[in-house]
């Protein structure tokens, strides 16, 4: 991708809804909403506090997160769909579950 965000901007790419209900009921992309969680693809290098200090990002390319409905900007690069957001609007990061070891 030929993108860099600056300052607080985050690259998100949604992650794709499921298009069937559990009855098998398939859902029409009309009538599907969007999903609030994607995959981070790009980040910028931080932003700057209120007395000029750098303040570094949480959020790292690779990161599966959630983030509000209305948040970002939808734009095309490369003609894929994605989200410009700030920081931010990126209410948690999804972290991978740990398998726990059997006792012996």
């Known amino acids: 991708m030929g993108f860099r965000p600056l300052h607080d901007r985050v690259v998100v790419r949604r992650v794709g809804s499921e298009e069937k209900t559990a009855g098998g009921i398939i859902i029409p992309d009309t009538a599907q909403e969007k999903p609030s969680e994607g ?3 790009s980040v910028g290098p931080g932003g700057r506090g209120e007395d000029g ?9 690779g990161d599966r997160v959630l983030f509000g409905k209305w948040s970002g900007t939808e734009v095309s690069i490369d003609s894929e769909e994605l989200l410009i957001m700030k920081e931010s609007d990126i209410m948690g990061v999804i972290e991978a579950k740990k398998k726990a070891k059997k006792a012996a």
């Open 39 to 41: 995959k981070v693809i």
């Open 53 to 61: 200090s750098f303040i570094a990002m949480d959020v790292k390319a």
